[in-house]
């Protein structure tokens, strides 16, 4: 990862791994592809940080120039977007990112409803819906990118995970006390397997709108599966580049854990 010129003083400048980038067998000459990683001091537990990395490990091996935008409370928006992501985190990151991301609301739902490709996990996920009920009963205003609302739950949900999505099976982890309910039409991101999902009943898990996926799952879930990061970043090398060559990348290690997860979790 790289820092671009148009980058302004609230990014960070994170290289790529030298023995990272080294794994490319093709040159990164199909172009630029802006990822945006919403608050990851605050807003990245359990892994999350993990799903950028992925990225934009990925972006390089297809032969694509990954730049990482990290964006956090008050700094200025960066120039270009092409992906957005966002962690869980506790409620006190939660309510430090609050004025920030009001400040940023209507850029990011312009920039859903425009196909900008976003992955929400957790804490992020619920401040996308509608609104969080706390378990006093307090009501936090959320985005309304997905026509989610969540609730203050006193039981944890906690576990391994399988999901079917559009993107084939997905697996992770969840760790939440939220109790999410999708509104009327809203589309869930997968049909729970193995796990709790949304609030435990529904047999949902996470929402998905366009190109805009929330989700629980934790692991971090892209590296485990490997179709819905590129699923991802084809959205957005599209928007980028008007185009997606993807490269041949050896994922048999992650495709191996992927399999052996399922196979225990389903038997």
Not at 184 to 210: C, L
């Amino acid at each position: 990862m790289s820092s671009h010129p148009a980058d302004g003083p609230g990014d960070v400048d994170t290289p790529l791994p030298a023995d990272v980038a080294a794994l490319a067998d093709v040159p990164a000459d199909k172009g630029e592809v802006h990822l945006v990683h919403l608050y990851p001091r605050e807003m990245s537990i359990y892994g999350d940080l993990g799903n950028t990395r992925c990225l934009a490990s990925r972006l390089r091996w297809h032969g694509y120039r990954p730049v990482v935008h990290n964006h956090h409370p008050g700094a200025p928006w960066p120039g270009r977007v092409d992906l957005v992501l966002g962690g869980g985190g506790q409620d006190s990151g939660q309510l430090r990112v609050q004025e920030d991301l009001a400040a940023q609301a209507d850029r990011l739902r312009e920039l859903a409803a425009g196909g900008v490709p976003m992955l929400m996990i957790c804490g992020m996920y619920q401040l996308f819906g509608k609104a969080f009920i706390t378990a006093e009963g307090h009501r936090l205003p959320g985005l309304g990118v997905l026509d989610v609302t969540t609730r203050g739950n006193a039981t944890r949900m906690i576990g391994p995970v399988v999901l079917d999505t559009d993107f084939g099976a997905v697996v992770g982890y969840e760790n939440h006390s939220g109790a999410t309910v999708l509104g009327e039409g809203q589309a869930p991101f997968g049909r729970v397997r193995h796990g709790h999902g949304n609030d435990g009943s529904d047999g949902t898990e996470g929402a998905r709108t366009g190109n805009v996926i929330g989700s629980y799952l934790h692991g971090p879930i892209l590296p485990a599966n490997p179709d819905l990061a590129d699923g991802l970043l084809e959205a957005a090398a599209r928007r980028a580049t008007g185009d997606w060559a993807p490269a041949q990348i050896d994922d048999t290690l992650a495709r191996q854990a992927h399999g052996h997860q399922v196979r225990r979790l389903l038997g």
